[in-house]
Each structure stands twice: as C-alpha cells, then as structure tokens.
C-alpha cells in the first residue's frame, strides 16, 4: 500500500510519521527544498498542479489525499479518473470559498455568525449597515492564519478596509463576542464509520492557533458539535478526517470555518489520543476500520510560532515536535504536547510550559 500526499509540510510529516508506525509508503509532491515530510518518503519537487507530477503521483499511489486547502480543485480531478482521491474535490471547493462555505452551513442548518457578500465597495457599506459594528472583512479565498482579514470597528474604517482588500471577491461577518473558540474533528472512511474526537478549546493570537486543550468539560456542546460534524461528514459522502471551527457563546454554537484535512487543533491526539487524527485520516482514506478516538489523558499543545526556543529542549515534561524547517517570523516551526490525568494539571503544565516558550 502506498499513498500519495499532495504537500509535504509538518501535516504531511506527521501524516508520514503515522504511515511508518502503520507499515505504508508515502509519496509526497512539494515545490520547496527539503520539505518538512522529506524525511517521510520521497517527494516529487513540482508545482501542486503540475500534471506530469499528479499523473507519476496515481500512476504509483494506491490513494492519494492532501494537507493543505489550496491544491487546485481540478487538480484532484485530473487524477481522480485513475485513483481514489480523498477527502472528495466537493469538500475542498467549498472549503477554498468563504461564500460557499457558509452557504453549506445554511444548507445543513448549522447556525453561522450574519455575513454578506461583498464585491464593491458600496456593497461593503451596505453590509457594515446590515450588520451592524464591527464586522471582520475576509478574502473568499486563500486566507489562512487571520491572513487576508480586516475588522471594521467604526465606519471611519471603511476606507481602509477597501484600500487593503478591495479588488478581490469578500465578505463580510459579524464579529462574534464569543466566550471561546473550539474545534470538533471528526473521521469517516468510505464505509460511511465515523469517529469524533473530544472538542478542543483553542486560543488564537493574532489569528494565530497558539494553544489548544483538550478534552472539553461540556456534554451538551459537545453533542451540538458532534451533530454538526456527523451532517457534514454524510452530506459531502466525506473520507479522511475534518475539522470544524466553532465560536462558543453561552450554549450556542457558532460555525466559523472548516477545513478538509487535519488540523493543527488536533495535533494533541498523537499522544492524547487512543489514535491520533493522522492515523485515522489514513485509515479513512485507505477504507481501514477506524481507531477509537478516546482520550487517554487532559492533553494541551502549545504551538511554537517563529522560533524555537533552547527552553523548548529542555522540559521536564512534553513532547517536543520539531518540524525542522527555518525560522521565520509568524511560522508555525514545532509544537510541545503535554497530558496529565486532571485538566488542573494539565492546565498548570500549560501555563508554565507556555510562559517559559514565548
Ligand atoms: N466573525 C468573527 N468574530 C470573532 N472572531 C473572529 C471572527 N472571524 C475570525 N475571528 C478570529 O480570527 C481567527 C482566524 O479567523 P478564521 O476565519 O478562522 O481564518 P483563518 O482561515 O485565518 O483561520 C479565528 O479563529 C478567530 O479567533
Ligand atoms: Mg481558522
């Protein structure tokens, strides 16, 4: 058995990582120098869309999936004729589009902050007056780490908005004063099972995930998310593992974003986890029996973003991820995953591990 990965960033390494413990080959495609999963398999160095690089990729794989939301969607359907390609090209186009993104939340009945779509610069006017101060103004596509976004606290702001992001398709949302932010990630393969993990509690700086815990002391939201999760997983006949943002206000629920791979608020559940989410994204893709997505402990991941730090290397407790790529201002580089049998404990180890790392 043998999987080809289009990307070979740390989700591709840790995808690679799961391969090994499993007994399966990897193929990664990536137009950088040594990519973090070359350590994996062998990677093609070509462009994502590359047709000769895609065509080598299902001539050799048995399945092939992706890490990262920006593969071309026709790219999946140029080898989708020769091999099985998951998670399906429908689920990566809405996902690659805020608009229809929401538009599928609406459609599955999962409640979203207000939104308008916006393509002038009256139509951004016109939606600051539907709904109201402050709105956050998001590029449809491409934004990924807060990137490609602008809130709008006050109408005075509005030119400024148009002068950053004017000139390409956007909307705009309410902004959501919520309580905190969590992530449901879910599993299903092609036999239709699906696994849940427990939510995760994620802080974001700067648009940025920086810390996540898991599991979540909230049966009845949990539920909610879950109920979310399992509408979208049938409704896109989804394969491989997805994640679903959410804004937590009060009981309610907010839909923020999904995406169609693993997920950085996921990363505990390599040591936290019965499996973790690579594991079972591969055995959804390969069509394997799922594996439990219990919880074997409070776990807490700290992200390491820009550097890392020499007290990174020396914890008493944690498990370092080095992705071994270069240091650059804003990039994800590592993270530190920590368990503990309380969630007090867990959330002490957190703190302390967190303040000694940034
Ligand atoms: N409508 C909103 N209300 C409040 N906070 C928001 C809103 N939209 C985004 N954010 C904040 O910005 C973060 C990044 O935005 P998100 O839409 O998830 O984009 P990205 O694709 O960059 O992850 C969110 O996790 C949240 O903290
Ligand atoms: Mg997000």
Redesign the pocket.
Known sequence: MKIGIIGAGQLGQMLGHAARDLGVECQFIDPSDSPPAGDCGDVIQRPFDDAAALAELAATCDVITYEFENVPVEALHQIGGNVPVFPPADALRHAQDRLDEKRLFEQLDIPL?GYRAIDSREDMIAAVDALGLPV?I?TRRL?????G?FVIKDRSDIDAAWIELGGTALIA????A?DY?VSCIGVRNSDGDIAIYPLSHNI?EG?ILRISRSPVDNPALAEKAEGYMRRMLSHLDYVGVLAL?L?VSGEDLLA??FAPRVHNSGHWTIEGSNTSQFENHLRAVMNRPLGSTASVDHAGMINLIGEIPDAARTLDSGFLHDYGKDARPGRKLGHITVTADTAERRDELVDTISRSVT
């Open positions: 902050p956050v998001k934004g990924y780490d807060g990137k976004q949302e309410q902004w959501v919520f932010e974001h648009g943002e804004f923020n974003e």
